[in-house]
């Protein structure tokens, strides 16, 4: 990953995996900054609950889990919250799969 210092000189550490990429593309868009680093704290952001709500909306939406908002408040990373999603999707039952139906005898 590239280190670059970012406007706030604070060290940025880009996205390793693309689950990272997809919520730090997310919060980058609701919190309407250029970028942000794996270890970049939503809320020291500008972040708020009314937005993490709607992050968390759309991370559902993306990654198909649920992650509470409690957890948000807890994992305010980029980082934490991936390993939350990575952790719920191995551990989430497979999708069922439509089978053809026979045809009768």
Request: glycine share 4%; proline share 7%.
């Amino acid at each position: 990953p590239t280190l670059v210092i970012n406007a706030r000189q604070r060290p940025y550490h880009a996205p390793r995996t693309p689950t990272e990429s997809v919520i730090a593309e997310i919060w980058a868009t609701l919190l309407r900054v250029e970028r942000v680093g794996i270890h970049d704290n939503f809320f020291e952001l500008g972040g708020h609950s009314l937005l993490a709500s709607q992050g968390l909306a759309r991370v559902r939406e993306h990654f198909q889990v649920e992650i509470s908002l409690k957890a948000c408040f807890l994992n305010p990373t980029v980082e934490a919250l991936a390993s939350l999603v990575e952790a719920a999707n191995t551990h989430a039952a497979p999708r069922i799969r439509r089978l053809p139906r026979r045809a009768s005898a």
